[in-house]
């Protein structure tokens, strides 16, 4: 059983924070001409769709949406004894020469940024790849780091940091669990 | 979920769950042969060994690059099973490949039942990949991939099944594989090469092919061998060809918008007209691009692929 | 040396015998039966067997085995095929010629009869080739191999498809009084054949043998037989069609006779499984329906005979593809309880008709002075315990063939001794050591 311990972001924060995220990438990148958002399966997705839609009304822009399943890439294959079902990578856009946005919801450990970065790689040659990530917890163990953050939160290895979204489970916010089981 | 078994020796074996999974897998594997750099990580440092005692291009190289492109170690093995009396016993090869830490084998023999007895002496997950009269699973996937891509189903579709059925492994993996996923399947041939007991299995026989193949939604044509002739089953290639070759007539019999399909290799003009294969409605060279990805999803899987648990990070 | 068995139930039926009895064993004879037998009289007392609730039945004799002995002995010997035997309760065993040579001529017969007694635990009858070399193609010294002591004349293995050789050899025969067992299959039918065609071939994929590869023979044999009035013994039938022929032909005196192997009426050819060699059996183990009629043949005497064709091989040789794996099942040391726990258990056979199968029909086929536990006979006497339980385990079969499906079966009515002329050579599911003595012995 999961309890949840501590709210990080409730569904305003959620917004907010997307709405600071959305006007970021703008900066940085001057402008959203080259830029396109990939979700990394499966809640980077509705991320990646609501940052376009928030860029959309900000630049009066569409940025092309992106969806990556890491799975094949994962690299802990030869350890674990079950391993996900593999759904579509769905990427409707040459990304040669994009800016890439990568989005994901959690960012904890950094393997699956790593395992996303080779799969891009393997799409093409972006300009660059940036990282966008809802919730940051720490605890790296790559040198990796998120270019936009909603949230830094200091937590424990034990604790699980779960965000729940509308479009997949009809809430929006972000916790700090136990399993309490 | 995951499949069941560590191997997969026939289509027998799997539930229709177990087929739905592969052929979904199948498909973003599929998107990974169409890229540029057809290769992804997954099966980095694992050992994937194609033992095939019987010569076959086609699905040695199927398997061979299914695994590179999924970055396994691949190597062939060739042996000729003429040599059965003075060769060492698949148990000894068994156990050959066991200590030397292969992860998959691949094994195509001509006894039936050869794939059974490698299972039986390794760890390692083994591969049917044809044996003897007995079983061709992965060609039934990757027919049942195509149709269902084509098709986008199986369930409800008539399928018949020309030609030599008696000596088929792909008619049998077929069989079973199309009657567990909801298709009515015909089998179609000259009465002495359909095999006693074939209704029992759920389909169909005709040994007249205007009437078999008369409203069918897929028409799958097997390769005939020569060598059948010579033992007496038929009269000669040519009355064959006359009386069960499909021809534009016998497959205009089908639905229009039916498949046509052949595991290859093909010997035109025989059991299947050039015009036929070379038709908009033929499926064949499909088929050969759909076998890599299905085989990709197998070696996925059998490495331990498969559960719906979430990624945490 | 005398030897008493006591208070088992006695069941000859030569004797027309069957109700508790004591049996007085001397000089390798049956010297008498009846009730509170005693040896207090006599000189020197004897040892006991105390066979209260057992069975005391004439030996059992096993027509069809291949002792490999000369030319196959990596398979088994006549050694270690008697020792096998012993175990299974059989006091004596026919075995066939297809051996390396081929037992053809009289050289070869005395080869086996010396083999078998100086190395045979059971008694040990020769069956001679029908043709030299069984290559079908010219007679062999059936007379003479006659003379030696052939019980018998036999194509198993290889059978003679010349029609018109198969009767000159039963004409030729049936002048010495010598039955021809006919191993029943049509070479042409079977092609390459490794089971038995039906659903199970196509759905394993192998190549089926057809049912008419044996019937066309029997049905061609039996018309030889009633041209030449051979003395036809059609060996381990297989199938509903060949039990019809047999029994059409009894009906109308013809002189012909049947058996059939505990593997036959015990299994389908489901057995085959995934792929186990220890199925592949020739004639193969047939459908539902067949087994049904062997066991209907059985019951209403149309099949004479339970014979096991036990058929060793090595480990090595059944342990590969079963394309490649030579056909043939063990069957000594699983045959009664077999019989016991198919036939009469079910209420197929009575222990007299058990006899009849196993010793007294096989006697009288082969020609032997044998069948029966009548003052004056040989001491050749099978004790069975019809409650004995076991498992068979294979590993611990005394045969060096462990090619057996039947490794596991929990089998109920199993030997307890086997005393051949006299001499006790099995005893408590053991084999006996010539210097091991009898326990629970009184007397003496």
Excluded at chain 2, 247 to 263: K, N, Q, S, V, Y
Excluded at chain 3, 102 to 115: G, K, P, Q, T, Y
Aim: hydrophobic residues 40%; contains cysteine; glycine residues 10%.
């Amino acid at each position: 059983m999961l309890e949840e311990k501590a709210l990080i972001l409730d569904a305003d924060g959620i917004r907010r924070a997307l709405t600071r995220i959305a006007h970021e990438i703008i900066e940085r990148n001057k402008g959203v001409d080259d830029v396109a958002l990939i979700g990394i399966r499966r809640r980077g997705v509705p991320l990646a769709e609501r940052l376009a839609r928030r860029i959309g009304e900000i630049e009066g822009k569409n940025v092309p949406i992106g969806i990556l399943d890491i799975t094949l890439y994962r690299d802990d294959l030869t350890t674990v004894t079950h391993q996900p079902v593999i759904h579509k990578t769905e990427i409707p856009f040459d990304i040669d020469n994009k800016t890439i946005v990568l989005i994901d919801d959690v960012l904890f450990t950094g393997r699956t940024v790593r395992a996303a970065l080779d799969a891009i790689i393997d799409l093409g040659r972006p300009q660059g790849i940036q990282l966008a990530v809802l919730v940051d917890r720490g605890h790296r163990e790559l040198p990796i780091r998120a270019d936009y953050v909603g949230k830094n939160v200091p937590t424990s290895r034990k604790e699980i940091v779960s965000v729940y979204l509308t479009e997949l489970d009809q809430k929006d916010k972000a916790v700090i669990e136990v399993d309490t089981a | 979920m995951g499949l069941k078994h560590k191997d997969l020796l026939g289509i027998q074996d799997l539930s229709s769950e177990e087929i739905r999974l592969i052929l979904e897998t199948a498909e973003p594997m599929k998107d990974i042969i169409r890229r540029q750099i057809k290769k992804v990580p997954t099966l980095r440092g694992k050992a994937v060994i194609n033992l095939f005692y019987e010569p076959s291009t086609r699905t040695r190289t199927s398997f061979e690059l299914a695994g590179k492109y999924m970055s396994a170690d691949t190597i062939n093995i060739s042996t000729s099973t003429s040599s059965v009396v003075k060769g060492e016993s698949l148990r000894d090869t068994a156990k050959t490949l066991e200590v030397m830490g292969a992860d998959i084998v691949i094994i195509r023999h001509s006894a039936a039942g050869a794939p059974h007895i490698l299972s039986k002496y390794i760890s390692a997950s083994v591969i049917n990949a044809g044996d003897g009269f007995h079983e061709h699973p992965t060609q039934a996937l990757l027919d049942m991939f195509t149709i269902k891509e084509k098709k986008g189903r199986i369930d409800g579709l008539k399928v018949a099944v020309v030609g030599d059925i008696l000596h088929s492994r792909v008619a049998r993996s077929n069989i079973w594989g199309f009657t567990k996923m909801g298709a009515e399947v015909r089998v179609i041939g000259p009465s002495t090469l359909l095999p006693p007991g074939i209704e029992k299995l759920g389909v169909t026989p005709y040994t007249s092919i205007e009437e078999g193949l008369s409203g069918v939604d897929v028409i799958m044509v097997l390769r005939i061998q020569l060598e059948r002739q010579q033992k007496g089953l038929f009269p000669t290639i040519r009355e064959y060809a006359r009386l069960f070759g499909v021809t534009p007539e016998r497959a205009g019999l089908a639905r229009p918008d039916a498949l046509i399909m052949h595991p290859g290799p093909m010997n035109r003009g025989v059991e299947i007209s050039p015009e036929v294969a070379d038709s908009m409605q033929s499926v064949i060279n499909e088929q050969v691009t759909n076998g890599v990805a299905v085989r990709m999803a197998l070696l996925y899987l059998l490495a331990g692929g498969g559960s719906p648990h979430e990624i945490i990070d | 040396m005398k030897l008493l068995i006591k208070g088992g139930r006695v069941v000859d039926p030569a004797a027309g015998i069957n109700g508790e009895n004591d049996i007085l064993v001397e000089d390798g004879k049956i010297s008498a039966v009846g009730n509170n037998l005693s040896v207090s009289g006599t000189a020197g007392g004897a040892e006991t067997i105390d066979a209260a609730g057992k069975l005391v039945l004439p030996g059992l004799i096993d027509m069809h085995v291949h002792l490999r002995e000369p030319g196959f002995e990596a398979k088994e010997t006549i050694a270690t095929g008697t020792r096998a035997a012993a175990m299974g309760g059989f006091t004596g065993v026919a075995c066939m010629p297809n051996t390396n040579p081929v037992i053809d001529s009289r050289a070869l017969v005395e080869f086996i009869n010396s083999r078998a007694a100086s190395e045979g635990l059971v008694n040990v009858y020769p069956i001679g080739a029908v043709t030299k070399g069984s290559k079908g193609e010219e007679l062999a010294e059936i007379g003479d191999m006659k003379l030696a002591g052939a019980v018998g004349i036999s194509d198993d293995g290889h059978p003679v498809m010349n029609a018109q050789l198969m009767r000159l050899a039963m004409e030729y025969a049936g002048m010495f009084g010598l039955p021809v067992i006919s191993h029943c299959e049509d070479l042409n039918l079977v092609a390459d054949g490794v089971m038995h065609e039906g659903y199970q071939s196509t759905v394993y994929g192998l190549k089926g043998i057809t049912r008419a590869a044996e019937e066309t023979m029997v049905a061609r044999d039996i018309i030889l037989a009633e041209l030449t009035g051979a003395r036809l013994h059609i060996a381990h039938i297989s199938t509903a069609g060949s039990v019809d022929l047999v029994r059409m032909a009894k009906k109308r005196g013809l002189n012909i006779t049947a058996e059939a192997t505990p593997h036959h009426f015990s299994l389908t050819d489901e057995a085959v499984g995934n792929y186990d060699t220890a199925t592949k059996v020739n004639p193969p183990l047939r459908g539902e329906e067949d087994v049904e009629a062997v066991r209907e043949g059985l019951r209403d005497g149309t099949i004479d005979v339970i014979a096991t064709d036990h058929a060793p091989h090595a480990v090595e040789e059944k342990d590969v593809e079963f394309n490649y794996a030579p056909f043939g099942i063990v069957g000594l040391e699983t045959a009664v309880g077999l019989s016991f726990r198919e036939l009469v258990e079910p209420g197929i056979l009575t222990v007299e008709d058990l006899v009849m199968k196993m010793s007294v029909n096989p006697a009288r086929i082969l020609g032997l002075v044998k069948g029966t536990l009548k003052p004056g006979a040989d001491a050749d006497i099978t004790i069975i315990d019809p409650d004995l339980k076991e498992k068979v385990d294979i590993s611990r079969f005394e045969t060096k063939g462990k090619n057996s499906p039947f490794g596991g079966w929990e089998l109920k009515g199993l030997p307890v001794a086997t005393i051949v002329g006299g001499r006790v050579v099995m005893r408590d599911r053991r084999l006996w050591q010539e210097n091991d003595k009898i326990r629970n012995t009184s007397g003496g």
